[in-house]
């Protein structure tokens, strides 16, 4: 069995920064590509980043704009998520989660999924 929890979301000022934690227990994790999915109000769930096992092939939305970096912590098994510059549009619960299967254009998510962080960015 595995369970991911998340950390460190709240609420700050667009153009603040905030850093995204998930913790997975049950099984090691270091083989699969984990990363993080976000849900706004009235909006779908969409992909953010992610980063295989070995840190190899890390890819983002496009509405990162290289403001974001995920990274992972193979002993810790734990990956995060760092967020500079926040947009009000950046405003969602965000959701960890492991087992990924991606392309380049295309990001399916696995079976294990995170409680979700609330991340409020305000103006």
């Known amino acids: 069995q595995v369970r991911l929890v998340e950390s460190g979301g709240g609420t700050v000022q667009a153009g603040e920064s905030l850093r995204l934690s998930c913790a997975g227990t049950?099984?090691?994790?270091?083989?699969?590509?984990m990363g993080w999915f976000r849900q706004a109000p009235g909006k779908d769930r969409e992909f953010v980043a992610g980063?295989?096992?070995?840190?190899?092939?890390?890819r983002y939305a496009d509405f990162v704009k290289g403001r974001f970096s995920v990274t992972r912590e193979s002993a810790w098994n734990r990956v995060y998520l760092q967020m500079n510059q926040l947009e009000t549009e950046d405003t969602a619960v965000y959701y960890c989660?492991?087992?990924?299967?991606?392309?380049?254009?295309?990001?399916?998510?696995?079976?294990?999924w995170g409680q979700g962080t609330q991340v409020i960015v305000s103006s």
């Open positions: 989660n492991a087992g990924i299967k991606w392309g380049t254009d295309w990001a399916q998510p696995g079976d294990y």
């Open positions: 049950g099984r090691t994790l270091s083989w699969d590509v």
């Open positions: 980063i295989d096992g070995l840190g190899n092939i890390i």
